[in-house]
Structure formats: structure tokens, C-alpha cells
């Protein structure tokens, strides 16, 4: 048997130095939309504008980070964004009735890991696909956070306001909770077994449960976990807009964050995912969402925009798959 050399790998060695770098599409992409954007419309480089961006991409970078997770090893959760609303609506009726911050926080996340724990419950000891059954929860528990409302907007007054409008050493409070939360996830998917038994189980989940790891176990904790950055998300965005309504967060709010997700290159298939890929993804729709308000392009293409760069995506994802399979 004989070992190939170094000089022997084809050409992409001799590739230019960019095209070689992670995420290098993605990067330039973004660059290019931050230019235009800056060279368009002079608001968009003033800080009040840039912090307004900051806080909009904190809250989904928390359900897409937990979304890359999941995604990784093999399963999916469309219902996070709704659950965030559930989460939303719940812990403002709680803060609005004379609850405790802190008690409000607890009841709200244990509230979303059961949501993702049920999830789980049913993608792994039924023959649902997880897309289904997820899809059906989204729709279930937008209709409980209408319930919770009764249709009508909650306010919280000045509760949870540092979390949602201050910022520390000129960083928002919530991007730093992002960050934190991204970082996390990263370090649990390069250097945990947690985390290897994800890749492992999306590669192959039957390899896997013959390799002895505990697949559902495994699975019930990734929905829960899930579940519970779902919760995060919801009061984080409690906390930026100081009030619940109807059709806050939502089935759109979990689209971008699975557009985010798929562009940054982490696979529908799972066995593949990036947190680093992710963090652009969600920063390129965010400010592909604040270019289109700054230029006064209408609001609803923005979904055109959104769905359409998650079915390029797609496409882009299936056929790095294809090509990376011997």
C-alpha cells in the first residue's frame, strides 16, 4: 500500500489563498452588502443604527445557535421561534402580574425545555419526521401564545430593560449573551464527547447506536437544549422590545434562523455544522434586513429575500454534500 505525498493532492493545493479560507463566499458576500449598504444610505454607520442591528441578530443568533446543534445531529426543530413567542407571551403576563424577574426567568426557561424535551419525546419514539412534528408545534404553540395574550399587547414596563437596552464597554448586553451562548455551543461541538456524539449521529445514526452511544438520550437532550435556548431567546426579546404582542417572533423568526444556519454551512442532512458559519450567516441577514429598511425597499421582500437565499443555500449545501462523498 502505498501513501500519497503531499505533492501528489491535486490542484487544490495550488489554489489562491482565499478561496481556500472558511467561509470565504460567505465573508465577501457580506462584505459587499455592508459596503453598498454604507455607500447607499449614510445612516446605516451611525452607532445608534449599529446597535439596533446588534440587538435584532443577538436574539436569533441564540435559536441559531442552538438550531446548528441539533441540525448537526441530524434532527430539526421548526417550532423554536414559536416556543420564544410562548416564552415571550408567558413571562410578560408574569412580569405584568407582579412576578419576580427572577422567578419569571425560571419558569419561562424550564416552560421552553419542556416544549423541546416533548419535541424530542415524540421525533424519537414515534415514526414522525422531525420536520413534521416540529411544524405541527409551531403551529400549536403560536396559537397558545395568542391564547396567553388574548390577542392583545402586554407590556413590562421598565422590568428586564438593562438586559434588553444597555450596553457594557459600548457592547450590548445582548450581543454579549449571544456571543457567550455561540461560544459555548462551539466548544461543546469541537471538544466535547457531547459534541462528537452529535457529528457522530448525524453521519450515521445507526453507526452511531452500534458504536454504543445512547441515541436517544442524546436526542432528548438536544431538544431540550433546544428548547431551553428558545426560552433565552424569547425573553431576550421580551427584554429589547418591553412588551409581548401577537406575531412577535414566531414561524418567521425561525426561518431566518434556519436560513442563517444553512448558509453558514452546517447540513440539512446533518454531520456538518459550524457555529463560526452560523454567527454569519445570521450577521449577513441582519444587515441584508436593516440595508432593505435604510433603502425603504419594501418590507415584505424581505421574506422574498430570506427564502430565497435559504433555497440557494440549500441547493449550495446539497451539492457540498454530494461532492464530498467518496
Do not use: C
Not at 493532492?9 to 454604507?38: D, K, Q, S
Not at 400549536?140 to 388574548?150: E, H, M, Q
Amino acid at each position: 500500500m502505498s501513501v500519497k505525498s503531499p505533492s501528489m493532492v491535486p490542484e487544490r493545493v495550488g489554489a489562491p489563498m482565499a478561496l481556500r479560507l472558511p467561509h470565504a463566499g460567505l465573508i465577501a458576500v457580506l462584505v459587499v452588502v455592508i459596503v453598498f449598504t454604507a455607500l447607499r444610505a449614510d445612516s446605516f454607520t451611525t452607532s445608534q443604527n449599529l446597535l439596533n442591528v446588534l440587538r435584532q441578530i443577538s436574539v436569533n443568533a441564540v435559536i441559531a445557535g442552538g438550531l446548528t446543534l441539533l441540525m448537526t445531529a441530524g434532527g430539526m426543530d421548526f417550532s423554536m421561534g414559536s416556543n420564544a413567542a410562548v416564552t415571550t407571551a408567558v413571562a410578560a403576563q408574569m412580569l405584568s402580574g407582579g412576578q419576580s424577574t427572577a422567578v419569571t426567568v425560571v419558569v419561562a426557561l424550564l416552560l421552553a425545555a419542556i416544549v423541546g424535551l416533548v419535541n424530542g419525546l415524540v421525533v424519537t419514539f414515534t415514526n414522525v419526521a422531525p420536520f413534521v412534528a416540529t411544524l405541527a408545534t409551531a403551529m400549536l404553540l403560536d396559537g397558545v401564545a395568542l391564547l396567553v395574550l388574548n390577542g392583545m399587547s402586554v407590556t413590562i414596563g421598565d422590568k428586564m430593560q438593562a438586559l434588553g437596552n444597555s450596553t457594557v464597554a459600548g457592547v450590548p448586553w445582548l450581543l454579549v449573551v449571544a456571543v457567550l451562548v455561540l461560544v459555548l455551543i462551539g466548544l461543546v461541538m469541537r471538544f466535547t464527547t457531547f459534541g462528537r456524539d452529535a457529528f457522530a449521529m448525524g453521519g450515521n445514526e445507526h453507526v452511531a447506536r452500534l458504536s454504543g452511544i445512547n441515541v436517544p438520550a442524546r436526542k432528548l437532550a438536544l431538544y431540550a437544549l433546544a428548547g431551553a435556548l428558545a426560552g433565552l431567546a424569547g425573553l431576550m426579546l421580551l427584554s429589547r422590545l418591553g412588551a409581548s404582542a401577537p406575531n412577535t417572533a414566531g414561524l418567521q423568526t425561525q426561518l431566518t434562523a434556519v436560513a442563517a444556519v444553512v448558509i453558514g454551512g452546517t447540513s440539512l442532512a446533518g454531520g456538518r455544522g459550524t457555529v463560526v458559519g452560523t454567527a454569519l450567516g445570521v450577521v449577513l441577514l441582519g444587515v441584508v434586513a436593516n440595508a432593505l429598511n435604510l433603502l425603504q425597499v419594501n418590507s415584505n421582500y424581505q421574506l422574498v429575500v430570506t427564502g430565497a437565499v435559504l433555497l440557494v443555500a440549500a441547493v449550495i449545501n446539497g451539492f457540498q454534500r454530494k461532492g464530498s462523498t467518496p
